[in-house]
Structure formats: C-alpha cells, structure tokens
C-alpha cells in the first residue's frame, strides 16, 4: 500500500487530454513539493515535473503539474502514442523522514 | 554525459548478503546527494536510502533500516549499498539516482536515474 494515492490505470485517444491525480497528506503534499517521473515500458524512470510544476529542459509543454493542498496533479495535453508509459508522483514525507511515492498509473494510449 | 551505471545485483539466499554499486560520470560527484530506490517485479517505485555529498547526512526507509547500508567513495566516484538479511521482499530492481543538490531535502528531485540491477532473493 503507497503513501500516495494514485488510479492504477487511465487512458486516452491521441490528441486527448489526460489527468492523472495522486493524494496524499498534509505530511507530504500538504506541506511539501511534488514530483512526477515517466518510465516507459522496459526503461529507468524519468524526471517529468518537479517542484509541483517545473519542467526540466526537454520535456514538451503538453506535460503540467499541479497542487492543491493535499493532492496534486499532472496533465498531458495533444496525447501521443509515445506517451504511453507508467506515471508515478513522489514527495518527502515529514512524519516519515523519507520519500514516498504513488503506486503509479499506467497510461494507455488508444 | 552524465551517467549512472549499477552493477552487483544477481541471485542470493534468503539470509544472505548483496553489494550494490553504482558508478557515476560526467558529473563532479562529490557535489551531490545520491539515492537508492527500489522496484519489485510488476510493482511501484519504493525509496529506499540516501545520502549527502560528504556522508554527513543518511536517510533509510524504514522497510530496510537496520539491514542496509548506503556509503559512498567520492575519490571513486561510486555509491554502495551493503544489503544484509535479505529477504524476499527484497526481490527488485535496483537504481541509484542523483539528487539535485549536495544535501537530501524535499525540495530536491532525483535525476538522472541508473538503468538497475535486478536483485532476487530466493532459495
């Protein structure tokens, strides 16, 4: 069972948009940054979004993050096939004292 | 280029013992905070440790604490995980990642992460 709560499946038509949520508590979310990471089928995961909404170089700007108190968000605009992929959210965890992550959302692209 | 390269990973009893490595280039190592997270086969990311630039700060899961220990050798650009009485929820694939700053804090984020190296703890 994940710290965070994430749906374990979604998916999309290309050229959709598409939201994945994750939940946590105020001992992660509530009172930390999130971060997402995309690993593709067979490879490491990837930084996607960090501190909430920040895209690092080279990630296209159909990719955006969220926050809203204990749940965050990332959406993806203009669906493409690549896309397809496992999506996990991540944040410190302050009772915990260490990272914790969602349980992923696998990305189906139709 | 940066890269994270992990090797050690392989078979091992339940009981047993495992060292991972993690060989970093590209980057000036000492300068960063290193991370180990784990991945069970079929199953979500879990962390597992980390540790700043000058081993000065370490952070374990509570899943491996006790068990598991993170150093690292900057004048060898490499990072360790010693893992003692595995067990076999510790099957997973391994990787190291780079933190984003000298220092682990929430504010930071992992990148760039190793390929993995699968540990399976069977009998």
């Known amino acids: 069972q994940s710290v965070l709560t994430q749906a374990p499946s979604a998916s999309g038509t290309p050229g959709q948009r598409v939201t994945i949520s994750c939940s946590g508590s105020?001992?992660?979310?509530?009172?930390?940054?999130v971060y997402w990471y995309q690993q593709l089928p067979g490879t490491a995961p990837k930084l996607l979004i960090y501190?909430?909404?920040q895209r690092p170089s080279g990630v296209p700007d159909r990719f955006s993050g969220s926050k809203s108190g204990t749940s965050a968000s990332l959406a993806i605009s203009g669906l493409r096939s690549e896309d397809e992929a496992d999506y996990y959210c991540?944040?410190?965890?302050?009772?915990?004292?260490?990272?914790?992550f969602g349980g992923g959302t696998k990305l189906t692209v139709l | 280029e940066v890269q994270l390269v992990e090797s050690g990973g392989g078979l091992v009893k339940p009981g047993g013992s495992l060292r991972l490595s993690c060989a970093a280039s590209?980057?000036?190592?000492?300068?960063?905070?290193m991370n180990w997270v784990r991945q069970a086969p079929g199953k979500g990311l879990e962390w597992v440790s980390s540790?700043?630039?000058?081993?000065?700060?370490?952070y374990y899961a509570d899943s491996v604490k006790g068990r598991f220990t993170i150093s690292r050798d900057n004048a060898k650009n490499s990072l360790y995980l010693q893992m003692n009485s595995l067990r076999a929820e510790d099957t997973a694939v391994y990787y190291c990642?780079?933190?984003?700053?000298?220092?682990?804090?929430?504010?930071?984020?992992?990148?760039?992460w190793g390929q993995g190296t699968l540990v399976t703890v069977s009998s």
């Open positions: 540790i700043s630039s000058s081993s000065s700060y370490i």
């Open positions: 501190r909430n909404n």
């Open positions: 991540a944040a410190w965890d302050d009772s915990l004292s260490g990272w914790v």
């Open positions: 590209g980057f000036t190592f000492s300068r960063y905070s």
């Open positions: 990642a780079r933190d984003s700053s000298g220092y682990p804090d929430p504010n930071n984020w992992f990148d760039p």
């Open positions: 105020s001992s992660n979310i509530g009172s930390n940054y």
